[in-house]
């Protein structure tokens, strides 16, 4: 079973709107952080947001926000207010602990976000 | 420089070649990362530094690749007798440390682009 499941290939959405962008993740370990990533066409990896598996409050960022719901296993990314900037490929990662296997990060296979004008 | 630094950015090879990569991370982070990014596809995950060590080598995709850090910085991930699938961009990454339980951020370099012929 996949560990991050990123059900969106591909949105298109017009600029100044807000886009939701889903991430659900399997794991068994209580102790996980998971991860938003934005890959511009220059290939580059940018860190978003972060959420741990033990914050009480939904991670924010500026305009980027995390909605955690810890039961149903989601982690959504929401962009308020978007900008043509915004276009590129975003992915959800997760990190799990140690019996979890290596300690890096789990990426789902992305969201390839268009911003229209 | 402040960010992860890699070189080359771009590298093209004849199959059959030895290629070396090399990653210099954000200094003081103890933990190094190196992942593998196929054309259109997620990050794959390959192995993991903690310090000098790597705890993990099982996401290795075969035995012509292998990794080492030398003096808890810079790392050199080598893929010896180069195949065609071997082509993807090879992300390095780092963090202040390797555990679950803090929010340390993994911070990516802008990656080497490998081609094989």
């Known amino acids: 079973a996949q560990k991050i499941t990123q059900t969106q290939p591909g949105m298109f959405v017009q600029e100044k709107e807000a886009v939701t962008l889903d991430c659900t993740y399997d794991t068994s370990d209580p102790s996980y952080g998971l991860f938003w990533y934005k890959q511009p066409s220059s290939g580059e990896m940018i860190f978003l947001i972060y959420?741990?598996?033990?914050?009480?409050q939904n991670a924010t960022e500026g305009r980027y926000s995390l909605n955690f719901q810890k039961a149903r296993k989601s982690a959504n990314l929401v962009i308020s207010a978007s900008q043509l900037g915004d276009s590129a490929m975003y992915f959800c990662a997760m990190r799990e602990g140690p019996g979890g296997g290596a300690d890096g990060l789990t990426f789902g296979k992305g969201t390839h976000l268009i911003i229209q004008p | 420089g402040a960010g992860v630094s890699q070189s080359p950015s771009n590298k093209v090879t004849e199959k059959g070649k030895d290629v070396e990569l090399r990653c210099d991370p954000i200094?003081?982070?103890?933990?190094l990362y190196w992942y593998r990014q196929s054309l259109g596809q997620g990050l794959e995950f390959l192995i993991y530094?903690?310090?000098?060590?790597?705890?993990?080598k099982s996401g290795l995709p075969s035995d012509r690749f292998s990794a080492e850090r030398t003096g808890g910085s810079v790392s050199t991930l080598t893929i010896q007798r180069t195949q065609q699938e071997d082509s993807a961009v090879y992300l390095c990454?780092?963090?202040?440390?390797?555990?679950?339980?803090?929010?340390?951020?993994?911070?990516f370099g802008e990656g080497s682009w490998l081609t094989v012929v």
């Open positions: 200094s003081g982070h103890t933990a």
């Open positions: 959420q741990g598996s033990y914050d009480q």
């Open positions: 530094f903690q310090g000098n060590s790597a705890p993990d």
């Open positions: 990454a780092s963090s202040l440390a390797g555990s679950q339980f803090s929010g340390n951020t993994i911070y």
